[in-house]
């Protein structure tokens, strides 16, 4: 089974901290993402990588970055963490092929930004 | 715009019932479909997907149904069951690479 690991299932932190969110999977997956999930917005996309040091924009980039220095490991950092940004953050990896694009989600965490 | 409509954001069915969940599209280029589970504080669960070159795809009591010309898929479960109750999400892949866009989700009571 897939596994999806992400560093803290809860968070709070300060207006203007920097954040660190992390992820790990342990199947190989060539494709991770972040995402966010609001009440009646669904999970809007904030970037992912099919590549280790590759990433691209997903459709909510503004006030996020993200580092893959390792094949397994995504990490998602808010620069300078708003009220705005209080949010449920998931993880998610696939494979990378053609044919198999199910994604795995980690059991996210949920951050509170005071 | 929302490439991906869940336009019920609720349903309450009774146990042993049918429960249809309905999603649209309006990207004609999507060409795989899913389903997720989700429970309160837990990342979604895959539940089940279709490819476009099918109409049906089955999994015990989930049936994923494809609708291209309408672009509309629905899952129904049968029997529903109260361990059913969660929001579930669908997503289409526009294969970009492997990304998938989610609908606003459906919450899902299965009362006894």
């Known amino acids: 089974d897939v596994k999806v690991t992400q560093s803290s299932r809860y968070l709070v932190k300060r207006t203007g901290e920097k954040v660190f969110l992390e992820c790990v999977q342990d199947m190989d997956h060539e494709n991770m993402f972040w995402y966010r999930q609001d009440p009646g917005l669904g999970l809007r996309l904030i970037y992912f990588?099919?590549?280790?040091?590759?990433?691209e924009k997903g459709d909510i980039p503004e006030g996020y970055s993200v580092s893959r220095e390792k094949k397994e490991r995504f990490s998602l950092i808010l620069e300078s963490a708003s009220t705005n940004q209080t949010s449920m953050y998931l993880c998610?990896?696939?494979?990378?092929?053609?044919?198999?694009?199910?994604?795995?989600f980690g059991p996210g965490t949920r951050l509170l930004v005071l | 715009d929302q490439q991906v409509k869940q336009n019920s954001p609720s349903l309450s069915v009774q146990e042993g019932r049918i429960s249809i969940l309905n999603c649209d599209y309006t990207?004609?280029?999507?060409?795989?479909f899913l389903w997720y589970k989700k429970y309160p504080a837990e990342g979604p669960t895959f539940l089940i997907s279709i490819s476009s070159i099918k109409d049906k795809n089955e999994d015990g009591r989930f049936t994923v149904f494809l609708n291209k010309s309408a672009k509309h898929l629905s899952l129904h479960i049968v029997p529903s069951q109260p361990g059913d109750s969660a929001v579930y999400f669908c997503a289409a892949s526009d294969q970009v690479p492997d990304k998938l866009i989610f609908g606003t989700g459906t919450r899902l009571q299965v009362f006894p």
């Open positions: 990207n004609s280029m999507f060409d795989y």
């Open positions: 990588s099919y590549d280790v040091k590759m990433k």
């Open positions: 998610a990896s696939s494979l990378g092929v053609a044919g198999q694009e199910t994604q795995y």
